[in-house]
């Protein structure tokens, strides 16, 4: 288990009691919410490749939910590590079933705030 603060504990409890109802609630089965999660993804996932062209790459995506912007950024680099953190162990947990196809990603239950990954490395 990792070593958290106060606020964090409490951040964690927060996202590991809405975790099942987490996609329902930001409304993730909506299609214009679809729709701008695609779009979103979208614009990073361009924005790397105008930076990075087609480098191998190493990805972190801090705070990743239920895993739906993680999907997708994994489908457009399969050739790259995607190194998904979270504070929840639940909402990692529907991650993780999202993505089961997916070998290029890596889950993790880690602290935004202090991660343990070198700087630089990503």
Request: hydrophobic fraction near 30%; charged fraction near 45%; glycine fraction near 4%.
């Given at each position: 288990m990792i070593n958290l603060e106060k606020h964090q504990i409490?951040?964690?409890?927060?996202?590991?009691?809405?975790?099942?109802?987490?996609?329902l609630n930001y409304g993730y089965g909506d299609p214009f919410t679809k729709y701008k999660i695609s779009r979103k993804?979208?614009?990073l996932i361009n924005f790397i490749f105008q930076k990075l062209k087609n480098?191998?790459?190493?990805?972190?995506?801090?705070?990743c939910g239920t895993g739906e912007y993680t999907k997708l950024t994994a489908?457009?680099?399969?050739?790259?590590?995607?190194?998904?953190?979270?504070v929840s162990e639940e909402v990692l947990k529907i991650a993780k079933k999202k993505c089961g196809s997916l070998k290029n990603v890596i889950f993790a239950i880690?602290?935004?705030?202090?991660?343990g990954y070198?700087?630089?490395?990503?």
């Open positions: 409490r951040e964690r409890n927060h996202f590991d009691k809405m975790a099942k109802g987490y996609d993804s979208k614009d480098k191998k790459l190493k990805i972190l995506e801090i705070g489908r457009e680099f399969p050739n790259s590590q995607l190194i998904a953190i979270d880690e602290s935004a705030y202090k991660t070198e700087k630089e490395s990503f």
